[in-house]
């Protein structure tokens, strides 16, 4: 597609509930990566994909956060047993190459109740 | 580790008025430095970045960064502000040998007519 595609851009779940968060990227983009925006904390990094390399894990929060990407083009995010604390604005990039900017997603706002 | 700085939670300037939106750094080895621009309820935009050589880099919608590397900054300007340029911008290094960006926790502008 044109743009970096997330689906779905609102998610509303119950407290203890399972959600995943999809990002489909730019075509030919070899990196792609997580973060989460929470009000007034800025841009947290959660992921990163290169190619067919090992994930780069080390900004996910807590064991309950897990990411995959298939086939080297759709990712899913997966947080279980959702609490309170992880809700914010979930947001996929995707870049051709190292040290290239960044194309975002339009995010997933995700409020857990 | 690689971080930045900004400084200024919120920036005001008048229409017409030059701007400065500042932005400090901490790396270790040469820096890679970007900036993003995120409007209300879209997603973030690339704006500019510096790898290497001129200091003055130029971007997108009229705006320039100034990397000064005695200071370890790259402050945003443009000459001359307008009211559609009032959003929440965000700095970015170039954090892990992978390539995933460390931002800042951003610096809100709002420019009045």
């Known amino acids: 597609g044109a743009g970096v595609s997330q689906s779905p851009s609102n998610k509303v779940t119950e407290k203890g509930k399972d959600v995943e968060l999809r990002c489909d990227p730019i075509s030919g983009h070899t990196a792609l990566y997580w973060y989460r925006q929470s009000l007034g904390q800025g841009l947290e990094f959660l992921i990163y994909f290169q190619g067919n390399s090992a994930p780069d894990k080390s900004g996910l929060p807590s064991d309950r956060f897990s990411a995959e990407r298939t086939g080297g083009s759709v990712s899913t995010l997966t947080i279980q047993r959702t609490q309170q604390e992880d809700s914010a604005v979930y947001l996929c990039a995707s870049s051709p190459r190292v040290n290239y900017g960044y194309t975002f997603g339009s995010g997933t706002r995700l409020t857990v109740v | 580790a690689q971080s930045v700085a900004q400084p200024e939670d919120q920036v005001n300037v008048a229409e017409g008025n030059p701007l400065t939106v500042k932005c400090t750094y901490s790396v270790s080895g040469n820096p890679y430095l970007f900036w993003y621009v995120q409007y209300p309820n879209r997603g973030l935009q690339f704006l500019l970045k510096?790898?290497?050589?001129?200091?003055l880099v130029k971007g997108s919608y009229g705006f320039e960064a100034e990397f000064n590397k005695s200071q370890t900054s790259f402050h945003l300007k443009k000459p001359s502000a307008l009211v559609s340029d009032s959003a929440l911008y965000f700095c970015?290094?170039?954090?892990?040998?992978?390539?995933?960006?460390?931002f800042g926790k951003g610096t809100k502008l709002s420019v009045k007519p």
């Open positions: 510096y790898i290497t050589g001129d200091n």
């Open positions: 970015a290094v170039r954090g892990g040998s992978q390539g995933n960006l460390i």
